[in-house]
């Protein structure tokens, strides 16, 4: 069904069974309603005056001898391109190829029920030899473009292991870049918010923090090194596991630092020397410690890994431990104290996102 350049001047409601609905460059200057089944819809440069509803309709009013009557009633949208979203609402609709791009107002759009997005590429891949997987989480077709067209993919992928291509995958002046990706984050993830979508605007902060990761336009090259230690160490904050991780390894770092260089040798000893008169009177007492002396035999025992696990405990809540260190230990301790807090601060932000999502 093409509806393009149609102008609809009255309310109403249109049901409609179809491969494909195009409505490019179509005009609804009153409210309206469409349910659809099976549709790709195309709303590219739709002009709305009064809000439009797009609803994946879950019920059957099809012939039983229609030839779709067989498929998913999947509805997907693929383009709001040159749309003003201020109007839009979408109801239940696949939105893993959508092209948001060029859109007005998308801060304003309504998302309701189960509207669903690409998701990230599975399984394990390889990065100059190193293995790595993706986050799972909610994607803008943009970021699939950009990302298989700076990856040269040269073809569309046939397994939901590779990012997807887009239309104008082989034109590099047509693809996105993540200036606008992230833009178009930050825009969406308002929209949750505003609809209470806890997981949907997580997401999109994630993906809007990606593209100004990789953004090496606008985002100077200090800020892009934070954010590359933000992602490395907690995911920016939403990734619980990741941050534990590193706490645990700094610890288990600190404890062996420790026992090989922190902890002296023996535990240094007071020694009291003083002059005492062959005809009595007054005795006075000067009292000095000896300096720690470094380890030289016997470092990793379990005396020692007692006192190094006590300390890299008490550091991780900034407490002293009191404990006599030698010249390495001390600065490993200062070091301790600093990095082990944080780590466990970005891993308590990211159980308090994760509980707040609810998944």
């Known amino acids: 069904?093409?509806?393009?350049?149609?102008?609809?001047?009255?309310?109403?409601?249109?049901?409609?069974?179809?491969?494909?609905?195009?409505?490019?460059?179509?005009?609804?200057?009153?409210?309206?309603?469409?349910?659809?089944?099976?549709?790709?819809?195309?709303?590219?440069?739709?002009?709305?005056?009064?809000?439009?509803?797009?609803?994946?309709?879950?019920?059957?009013?099809?012939?039983?001898?229609?030839?779709?009557?067989?498929?998913?009633?999947?509805?997907?949208?693929?383009?709001?391109?040159?749309?003003?979203?201020?109007?839009?609402?979408?109801?239940?609709?696949?939105?893993?190829?959508?092209?948001?791009?060029?859109?007005?107002?998308?801060?304003?759009?309504?998302?309701?029920?189960?509207?669903?997005?690409?998701?990230?590429?599975?399984?394990?891949?390889?990065?100059?030899?190193?293995?790595?997987?993706?986050?799972?989480?909610?994607?803008?077709?943009?970021?699939?473009?950009?990302?298989?067209?700076?990856?040269?993919?040269?073809?569309?992928p046939t397994s939901p292991r590779?990012?997807?291509?887009?239309?104008?995958?082989?034109?590099?002046?047509?693809?996105?870049?993540?200036?606008?990706?992230?833009?178009?984050?930050?825009?969406?993830?308002?929209?949750?918010?505003?609809?209470?979508?806890?997981?949907?605007?997580?997401?999109?902060?994630?993906?809007?923090m990606e593209m100004r990761r990789h953004d090496r336009t606008d985002t100077p090259h200090g800020e892009r090194g934070l954010l590359w230690a933000y992602w490395l160490l907690s995911g920016y904050g939403m990734r619980a596991s990741r941050a534990l991780g590193w706490l645990a390894l700094a610890m288990m770092t600190t404890i062996v630092l420790m026992m090989g260089f922190g902890l002296p040798q023996n535990s240094p000893k007071q020694r009291a020397t003083g002059v005492v008169p062959a005809g009595g009177g007054t005795v006075t007492f000067e009292i000095d410690k000896e300096d720690p002396k470094n380890p030289t035999d016997d470092r990793y025992t379990s005396q020692r890994f007692e006192k190094a696990l006590k300390l890299t405990l008490n550091s991780v809540v900034f407490r002293s431990s009191g404990q006599d260190l030698t010249t390495a230990g001390d600065y490993i301790e200062m070091t301790s104290r600093f990095t082990e807090p944080v780590l466990l601060g970005l891993a308590a932000l990211a159980i308090r996102g994760r509980v707040k999502r609810g998944n």
């Open 1 to 156: 069904m093409d509806l393009s350049t149609a102008l609809f001047t009255v309310p109403f409601t249109l049901r409609v069974v179809a491969r494909r609905l195009t409505c490019a460059r179509t005009h609804w200057e009153q409210t309206a309603k469409r349910r659809v089944r099976y549709a790709t819809v195309d709303l590219t440069s739709a002009v709305l005056n009064a809000p439009l509803a797009v609803i994946a309709d879950p019920s059957s009013f099809e012939p039983d001898d229609s030839p779709l009557a067989d498929l998913p009633p999947t509805v997907a949208v693929t383009s709001v391109q040159g749309l003003d979203a201020a109007h839009l609402v979408l109801t239940d609709v696949d939105l893993s190829d959508c092209v948001f791009s060029g859109a007005f107002h998308l801060d304003q759009l309504r998302l309701e029920g189960r509207c669903t997005f690409a998701p990230t590429p599975t399984g394990l891949h390889r990065r100059f030899l190193w293995p790595h997987w993706w986050t799972r989480r909610r994607t803008l077709a943009e970021e699939h473009h950009w990302r298989a067209q700076s990856s040269g993919q040269s073809a569309p």
């Open 162 to 208: 590779h990012w997807r291509t887009g239309p104008h995958h082989h034109d590099p002046g047509l693809t996105p870049t993540p200036e606008t990706v992230a833009a178009l984050y930050r825009q969406l993830r308002k929209a949750f918010e505003d609809g209470k979508n806890e997981p949907g605007a997580a997401d999109f902060y994630y993906g809007e």
